[in-house]
Every structure is written in structure tokens, then in C-alpha cells.
């Protein structure tokens, strides 16, 4: 009998292991658009490169996901977000880049993520962070660089939309340490965003220099990294 109880207590412990902190990575990006394409591009593999960065540099365990070129439709990204499984201890990055609007109706500050197949609905953004800050996450970061100005239907932004060592411990700090939740959009409501083929858009850039820069600080903070990250950007 004291075997087949060992046997047991063993086999629960098989099958329920205790579960890793994980960085939940969602990136969208309208990839094929005609007139910021190539930028968006740039930013996807910004983005990526950075995910896996801190998960190396954190210790996190990467779960990461692309949505671009022709899966970008309203329903795989709706349905990523809404799929998205999240434990209490992860750190969620939700990233969106491409055209960004509003209409009269919108209320938030936040801007409609312009998908073609949505039309002037868009994907709002605050529906975004609404749904994935419910899955209770302990750190939410989303960004969405995108134009956020008002328009009857959505527009093509304009194309031109910029020797320490850093840590682990300072990246731990940010992505690990940190428990709250952090939002941000590449333009305030009624102004436009931009992007460059060779750099990607203007506030992702600035945003992803001052993250590799904070990092080489010991008092690495997400309130100093918001300040400089949402400084106007001259073009």
C-alpha cells in the first residue's frame, strides 16, 4: 500500500508541475500596406528581436506571436486577444503597428487600429487593453504606433511618420520587478503618427532607444522611460 501511495503522490507531482513566469508577446502589423509597408516591417523585427531580448535578459519563458501581411484580419486579431492565455505572474507586451484613426464616436484617447477587412469600425485599442488587462496579468504593456487623428474614413500616414553595460538585473527590474500596467499610442488624439523604411515608426523607435538605454542605469524606472518615450517628436 505505501507503494502504490508513492506512485500516486509522484504522478501528481508529473502532472502538475509549477508553472514559470512567461512573457506573452502579441505583435500585429500591416506589413503589406502600399505606403508604410517597409517601415512596419522594421518594426515587427524591432519588436521581435526585443521580445526575445527580455526573455533572455529576464529569464522569462517567450510565448510569442506575429500577426501580419495576409493573416492581418479583425477576426485573428480579435480572436488572439481573446485567446491569449495569461497566469497572474506574466508580463503581457501587446504591439500594434500600422494606420490608426478615429471617428466622432470614439471616447478614449486611445486610437481605432485601421484593418481593412473592418472598415471604419477599426479594432479599437481600448478594447484591446480592456480585455487583455481582465486576464489580470502582473505587468501589461501596449502600444499601438499609429496615427490617432480624425478622419471621415481610415488614411495612409504620411511615410516619414529617430559606452555603459546594461543589466539583467535592471532588465529583470522593468519586465520582472515591475507589477502594473503601462499604455501608450505613436500620437495623441487628432495628430498623425510616422515612420521611415529604415528605422521603422518614430515612437517605437525613440520608445525601444530609451529602454536599451535605461537598462544600463541601476534605477531603471517605467516612469522615466514614459516620460522621455512620450516627449514630442519633431519631424
Known amino acids: ?14 502532472v502538475s508541475p509549477v508553472t514559470a513566469a512567461s512573457l506573452r508577446v502579441l ?3 500591416d506589413t503589406n500596406d ?19 531580448l527580455v526573455a533572455a535578459r529576464t529569464g522569462l519563458m517567450l510565448d510569442m506571436k506575429t500577426i501580419k501581411g495576409a493573416e492581418l484580419k479583425s477576426r485573428n486579431i480579435t480572436g488572439a486577444v481573446n485567446n491569449l492565455t ?50 489580470n496579468p502582473r505587468m501589461l504593456l501596449a502600444i499601438s ?21 546594461d543589466s539583467d538585473e535592471a532588465w ?19 495628430q498623425m503618427s510616422f515612420g521611415q523604411d529604415a528605422v521603422g515608426g518614430a515612437f517605437t523607435s525613440r520608445f525601444l532607444s ?5 537598462v544600463k542605469k541601476p534605477d531603471a524606472n517605467w516612469d522615466h522611460i514614459m516620460q522621455l518615450a512620450t516627449r ?4
Open 1 to 14: 500500500m505505501k507503494r502504490l501511495f508513492l506512485h500516486i503522490a509522484l504522478l501528481a507531482a508529473i
Open 27 to 29: 505583435i500585429v502589423a
Open 34 to 52: 502600399r505606403s508604410i509597408g517597409k517601415s512596419v516591417v522594421t518594426d515587427v523585427n524591432n519588436m521581435e528581436a526585443f521580445a526575445r
Open 86 to 135: 495569461v497566469e497572474t505572474n506574466d508580463t503581457v507586451i501587446f504591439y500594434y503597428s500600422g494606420h490608426g484613426f478615429r471617428t466622432q464616436t470614439v471616447k478614449t484617447r486611445w486610437p481605432l487600429l485601421y484593418i481593412p477587412d473592418a472598415g471604419q469600425n477599426g479594432v479599437d485599442f481600448q478594447w484591446i487593453i480592456d480585455t487583455l488587462n481582465a486576464k
Open 145 to 165: 504606433d499609429s496615427c490617432n487623428n480624425l478622419i471621415d474614413m481610415p488614411q495612409a500616414s504620411i511615410n516619414s511618420r529617430a559606452m555603459l553595460e
Open 172 to 190: 529583470r527590474k522593468l519586465f520582472v520587478g515591475f507589477s502594473g500596467r503601462i499604455y501608450a499610442s505613436g500620437s495623441v488624439a487628432g
Open 210 to 214: 530609451i529602454v536599451r538605454s535605461e
Open 232 to 235: 514630442q517628436i519633431y519631424i
